[in-house]
């Protein structure tokens, strides 16, 4: 496994989770870094990226003020921090990784997914 995505669970609504994606075979500085999610039955949707370039960061509206994305690279790590949760945060979490932003946008220009960490947002 290239890229791992961990952190994933039961949160209580209004509440914090952070998930994880490290990756084992290569540097994450050299690539721009997204996570994704998705529901059955909907399409995957981008909600933040990372560049590899500056470390300027982006959000989906539905998540802007409330999630974080961050990266250490001494831990090889992007984190993804999860504030004032709300149930239709439920999804599958996804990382991802490509050469720039742009790439982020398009599945087939994305060489590397880690596996789905499940977040759960329910009283």
């Known amino acids: 496994v290239q890229l791992q995505a961990s952190g994933g669970g039961l949160a209580q609504p209004g509440g914090p989770l952070r998930l994880s994606c490290v990756a084992s075979t290569f540097s994450l500085d050299l690539y721009a870094i997204g996570w994704f999610r998705q529901v059955p039955g909907k399409e995957r949707e981008q909600i933040s990226c990372?560049?590899?370039?500056?470390?300027?960061?982006t959000y989906a509206d539905s998540v802007k003020g409330r999630f974080t994305i961050s990266k250490d690279s001494s831990k090889n790590t992007v984190y993804l921090q999860m504030d004032r949760l709300k149930p239709e945060d439920t999804a599958l979490y996804y990382c991802?990784?490509?050469?720039?932003?742009?790439?982020?946008?398009?599945?087939?220009?994305?060489?590397?997914w880690g596996q789905g960490t499940l977040v759960t947002v329910s009283s």
């Open positions: 991802a990784a490509a050469i720039d932003e742009s790439s982020l946008r398009d599945n087939r220009n994305i060489p590397y």
């Open positions: 990372i560049s590899s370039y500056d470390g300027s960061t």
